[in-house]
């Protein structure tokens, strides 16, 4: 049996799924794989929010209808909880805990019996707070129950044809911002809007850090491209509302502020 097959029978012992849907990689597989198991008995829900990048809800829209799968966007406005407000070093988990019950709520009102998402096995190497209230909240988690990792899940997604498998991994916008510095509507925008800015300059991998005194530490896969535009970036950043730009040396990787809340 292929890692597919096991995948979609797994699947396929559910009576109704509920997904939940970044638009990224792992929850697009995931999307594929339940529509192909359970057809209209499985569906995706989308939960947009001020954190979450437009082109990131955009291509949740996209990808659901290239799957064909029936999908749903489910607004919701959390800048204003406290957990952004202070911005602890738990803060996503108790965002996901907000998030859960708000799916949980969406999928019984609407006759399902389970919410899924695309989270794999490679995040249990990462701190995660999230995945600990998905597991409290008895979100599955196919992927980590049969031991995919990233990088397969890469490899299924262009075996599948899905759109964007070699697309770089996206984050939630709150990630840019170090523990106890607060996550405010300007700030997320702002942070936003740079990041969309300097995709449009053709770089792939992009991520801009905001930290206090409206400090940009831009991190690119070009850094030295970067430096070639810098007169034009600083320009862009500062018209933006930043009044500190810099460029991060380090190669580029996601999860760096997790420094900041020691682990």
């Keep these: 049996m292929t890692r597919v097959e096991e995948l979609r029978n797994a ?7 509920l997904v939940m849907f970044s638009g990224g990689l792992d929850s697009a597989l995931l999307a594929k794989l339940a529509y192909d198991a359970l057809g209209p008995d499985a569906e ?5 929010s001020a954190v979450i990048p437009q082109s990131e809800t955009a291509m949740a829209r996209t990808l659901a209808a290239t799957i064909g799968i029936h999908h749903h966007v489910l607004h ?16 996503c988990y108790h965002c996901r805990k907000v998030r859960d019950a708000a799916a949980w709520r969406w999928a019984a009102e609407h006759g399902f019996d389970t919410v899924a998402d695309g989270l794999n096995y490679s995040d249990l190497s990462d701190y995660r707070p999230g995945l600990k209230a998905a597991n409290e909240d008895r979100i599955w ?39 106890g510095f607060a996550v405010t509507p300007v700030r997320v ?42 007169d034009q970036v600083v320009a862009r950043l500062r018209e933006l509302g930043f009044s ?19 682990v």
Aim: proline residues 5%; hydrophobic residues 40%.
């Design 11 to 17: 699947i396929a012992g559910h009576k109704r799924a």
């Design 44 to 48: 995706a829900l989308t939960i947009d």
């Design 76 to 91: 919701m406005d959390e800048l204003g909880q406290e957990h952004f407000k202070s911005n602890p070093p738990d803060r």
């Design 141 to 179: 988690h196919p992927f980590i129950e049969f031991g995919v990792v990233k990088d397969e899940i890469r490899t299924l997604t262009k075996e599948l044809g899905l759109q964007g498998w070699d697309r770089p991994s996206m984050a939630c916008l709150a990630s840019r911002f170090p523990h």
């Design 189 to 230: 925008e702002r942070v936003d809007r740079a990041e969309e800015y300097l995709r449009s300059l053709g770089f792939r991998k992009v991520r801009v850090r905001h930290f206090p005194h409206e400090l940009a530490v831009v991190e690119v896969d070009d850094p030295v491209r970067a430096v070639e535009i810098r």
């Design 244 to 262: 500190f730009v810099s460029l991060d040396l380090e190669d580029f990787a996601s999860g760096k502020m997790n420094r900041t809340a020691g």
